[in-house]
């Protein structure tokens, strides 16, 4: 499967709230890195992290605005929007993800304004 193939069904399987079957599409070794936090290790830990993360979500949807591949590194622009409640929380993402040759995402990185997001979560859930 092509790098774009594995990060694209990735996405939509978080789009459809199955962390399940998007962890199907990762290595066992995963390195998740929400840029300023700390790394998160390891396929299970990785999807606690995003049970957690999606569990106030009702809908989720990750517009990738544009796309590179380059080599088996998959590079992204993107809209994440997570309904909460009425309102949506819209935060801007720059993402990498590196495909391992067995065709799983083993590095995860994506870089985001913690404030905006801080800030539209509080607004949401208050």
Avoid: C, K
């Avoid at 774009?4 to 069904?9: C, G, I, L, P, Q």
């Avoid at 080599?71 to 993402?93: A, H, K, Y």
């Amino acid at each position: 499967m092509a790098p774009d193939e594995v990060v694209n069904r990735f996405i939509a399987a978080l789009e459809a709230l199955d962390v399940d079957a998007a962890m199907a599409f990762v290595s066992d070794d995963i390195s998740y890195e929400n840029v300023p936090i700390q790394p998160i290790a390891g396929r299970d830990a990785v999807a606690q992290t995003l049970h957690g993360f999606l569990a106030p979500a009702t809908a989720v949807e990750w517009r990738v605005l544009e796309q590179w591949t380059v080599v088996r590194t998959v590079i992204n622009e993107r809209i994440d929007r997570f309904q909460i409640g009425d309102g949506w929380l819209e935060l801007p993402v720059a993402g990498f993800f590196r495909v391992d040759d067995h065709d799983r995402i083993a590095l995860w990185r994506d870089y985001f304004d913690m404030g905006s997001y801080v800030q539209q979560l509080t607004a949401l859930t208050a």
